[in-house]
């Protein structure tokens, strides 16, 4: 297994397109988990999947943010109508544990700048 | 609410030297996991060491360890033997409920040769 893959690594837009990124979580993994980080702040929550079940979204999640995970597999973060705000790191992060106990393994991340 | 608070934004490190990054924590549970991580410049996050609340005995991973004291609601990671590798930002981490994690703002750690 490769770990969890993210791409694109980097994505630069132009304000108002949208944009779709997309996770690989370890196969095994049935948690999923999108954070997104900002420059000097440490990652904040969005959402969270359980198999093919989106079982919580942040408030920082906004009806432009919208994150699927098909068949329990990959999963895709889309935003629309992409707002300078947006530009941030966006970190994808599965697990096995149910506990919380075992940490997450995380992607590279996709750097996402808004112009 | 539950917060994570780191109170260093950077610290440096002679190569060789000891280093402790402080984490201080607010919860009303019990039973729960810490986590420090690191994130090299550049490069995925990575998990350093995790600790169990219920567990006295500190945690400990090769040059990696931590001073937990529940009472205080602290969380400390001491760098042994420092190398030029250590240098990233290290962030501590709680889960809040089962899965979703509260992450401090985070340490650059600076490795000096």
Same mark, same amino acid.
């Given at each position: 297994?490769?770990?969890?893959?993210? $791409?694109?690594?980097?994505?630069?837009?132009?304000? @108002?397109? $949208?944009?779709?990124?997309?996770?690989?979580?370890? #196969?095994?993994? $049935?948690?999923?988990?999108?954070?997104?980080?900002?420059?000097?702040?440490?990652?904040?929550?969005?959402?969270?999947?359980? $198999?093919?079940?989106?079982?919580?979204?942040?408030?920082?999640?906004?009806?432009?943010?919208?994150?699927?995970?098909?068949? @329990?597999?990959?999963?895709?973060?889309?935003?629309?109508?992409?707002?300078? @705000?947006?530009?941030?790191?966006?970190?994808?992060?599965?697990?096995?544990?149910?506990? @919380?106990?075992?940490?997450?393994?995380?992607? #590279?991340?996709?750097?996402?700048?808004?112009? | 609410?539950?917060?994570?608070?780191?109170? &260093?934004?950077?610290?440096?490190? &002679?190569?060789?030297?000891?280093?402790?990054?402080? /984490?201080?924590? *607010?919860?009303?549970?019990? *039973?729960?996991?810490?986590?420090?991580? +690191? &994130?090299?410049?550049?490069?995925?996050? !990575?998990?350093? !060491?995790?600790?169990?609340?219920?567990?006295?005995?500190?945690?400990?991973?090769?040059?990696?360890?931590?001073?937990?004291?529940?009472?205080?609601?602290?969380?400390?990671?001491? !760098?042994? *033997?420092? &190398?030029?590798? *250590?240098?990233?930002?290290?962030? /501590?981490?709680?889960?809040?409920?089962?899965?979703?994690? !509260?992450?401090?703002?985070?340490?650059?750690? +600076?490795?000096?040769?």
């Amino acid at each position: 297994d490769t770990g969890v893959s993210q $791409n694109p690594r980097h994505k630069i837009t132009k304000r @108002g397109q $949208n944009v779709t990124f997309r996770c690989d979580p370890i #196969s095994e993994h $049935n948690r999923l988990y999108w954070y997104r980080q900002t420059l000097g702040q440490g990652p904040e929550f969005l959402t969270y999947f359980q $198999n093919e079940a989106q079982l919580e979204k942040s408030r920082l999640l906004s009806d432009r943010f919208s994150a699927e995970r098909p068949k @329990g597999s990959f999963s895709t973060l889309e935003i629309q109508r992409t707002e300078q @705000g947006d530009s941030a790191m966006y970190l994808c992060a599965s697990s096995l544990d149910s506990r @919380g106990s075992g940490g997450y393994t995380f992607g #590279s991340g996709t750097r996402l700048t808004v112009v | 609410a539950q917060t994570v608070t780191q109170s &260093q934004p950077e610290m440096s490190v &002679q190569e060789a030297e000891t280093v402790t990054l402080s /984490c201080t924590y *607010d919860t009303s549970e019990s *039973d729960y996991y810490l986590f420090w991580y +690191k &994130q090299p410049p550049s490069r995925q996050m !990575i998990l350093v !060491i995790r600790q169990e609340a219920y567990k006295q005995q500190n945690a400990t991973e090769n040059r990696f360890s931590v001073n937990f004291q529940k009472a205080a609601k602290s969380f400390s990671l001491k !760098i042994s *033997d420092s &190398q030029l590798g *250590d240098a990233a930002m290290y962030f /501590c981490a709680y889960p809040s409920g089962t899965y979703k994690y !509260i992450f401090g703002t985070g340490t650059r750690l +600076k490795v000096l040769a």
